[in-house]
């Protein structure tokens, strides 16, 4: 998979730009603050419709725009994939709310080779895997950011995940609400039965995937931590359903679990009812990231967590081509800088398996002058950006 053409329109610091992009590897150089890391990130929202630094879509939209009646962003790609030529639009159009500040309501318009799309009918036809410092907040932070991460993986990858997704997320507001409203008026508990099989039909499936997706990267991503660390360290991820409420030891048919977590579902209806929510399912699910048997989280070095998070992008990436017989576009954001030398030499190696990759940077010493020379070389200032070599 490779982008051959890239052209923003009041993307955050971008007014507008226009770009072609080589095989193999791009090297964006430049100050902070000058737009590098927003031209990653949009590349990313091609595969995931969504951003990886905030969960406030509109922010995205340029500041320049926000003056204009009804702001419109727009990502147009042309990109390869399985010998193909694709087109891929995104529009972000902000409506109602604040201009200047961005508020209001954002409707997405997406557009593959013409023809309008959703975003569950469309993800996935793009694929990026993409590697910032700021990913140690998957260890650090809650598992509300354990759970963002495999959604936008697993979205893009696992056939019908982001649907179930959508689907699940609409029915649990629904659920709760009924809770809510048992709760405060009192009524039958029978109105629960349709969204229990509802959570529960979307919900085994998103927990298949994830259980089934945690097992596969694992056995990926476990080697390539062990040679990083010189053979002195095993990594492992757990995946940590509600469901079981410990490491995932579940059934291992579908249709067998789909009827524990419906039995679940009704069998917790008297606490979801007294705490007006739904106390059990996949919304509530964890990752642990293990590292010789310690919870990163509690245990891990600053250097052991960069390591993992390392590791467990380069067994992502491996295995999207696994599932998709295509490898994805690998962007990485001022990585090398976090990284000491024997890292840094072992992730620009890898990096050659990459059909396409595209790094940030803002010191050219920390590249070796043959890994410069195998790319180019890209200034961004300021929202523009010159193809230096």
Known sequence: MRLTRLSLTNYRAFAQVEVVLPRGVVVLVGDNAQGKTSLLESVFFLAAFTSFQTSQDNQVVNFTARGD??????IVAEYERAEKQHKLEIRLILQGGSAEYGTGRLRKEILLDGIKKNAAAAVGHFNAVVFIPQMSRYIDNGPEERRRYLNLTLAQI???????????????????????????????????????????????????????????????????????????????????????????????????????YLARLRGNHRVDIARGTTSIGPHRDDLRFVVNGNNLADFGSRGQVRTALQSLKLGELQWMKERTGEMPVMLLDETLAELDEHRRAGLLESLAECEQVLLTTTDLDLFTPDFLRSGQIWQVRAGEIEISK
């Open 69 to 74: 009646d009804i702001p419109v962003t727009r």
């Open 158 to 260: 696992v056939p019908g995940y982001a649907d179930d997704l959508t689907r699940y997320t609409r029915g649990l507001i629904r659920r709760n609400a009924l809770l809510k409203q048992l709760q405060e008026q009192g009524g039958d508990a029978g109105m629960l039965d349709y969204w229990d099989e509802l959570l529960a039909d979307c919900g085994s499936r998103l927990i298949s995937a994830r259980d089934a997706a945690v097992r596969e990267i694992t056995a990926l991503a476990s080697p390539v931590h062990f040679t990083l660390t010189g053979m002195e360290e095993n990594f492992s991820m757990q995946y940590l359903p509600a469901l079981t409420q410990v490491e995932a030891d579940l059934p291992g048919d579908i249709n067998e679990l789909h009827a524990s």
